[in-house]
């Protein structure tokens, strides 16, 4: 079992940029595809981006050419540096993780979830 942690989250205004971090412990992270999903209040828990353990990557359509995922696999972290941030934006943001496998944008698909980190964008 992997465990993981975001961090980097953060209040922002309109137009700015953060990293998120996902940390993973127990597991290395090199042979897992790893997905960015984010939930705001009232909403349903949605896609961001993915990242396979081959480095293929897959954005929503919302985030494309804004979001960037990668991967630090020496420090088992992976990374979603999002930038151009809109108020919309706002929501907790968790990493999640499967092993082996391809992108995929199906909560279920992945078996491994952190516990979030709040993103906040002001207008």
């Known amino acids: 079992q992997v465990q993981l942690v975001e961090s980097g989250g953060g209040l922002v205004q309109a137009g700015g940029s953060l990293r998120l971090s996902c940390a993973a412990s127990?597991?290395?992270?090199?042979?897992?595809?790893m997905g960015w999903f984010r939930q705001a209040p009232g909403k349903e828990r949605e896609f961001v981006g993915a990242i396979s353990w081959t480095g293929g990557k897959y954005y929503a359509d919302s985030v494309k050419g804004r979001f960037t995922i990668s991967r630090d696999n020496a420090k088992n972290t992976v990374y979603l540096q999002m930038n151009s941030l809109k108020p919309e934006d706002t929501a907790v943001y968790y990493c999640a993780a499967t092993p082996g496998g391809s992108t995929s944008y199906e909560p279920t698909y992945y078996g491994n979830w952190g516990q979030g980190t709040q993103v906040t964008v002001s207008s």
């Open positions: 127990g597991r290395t992270l090199r042979s897992y595809t």
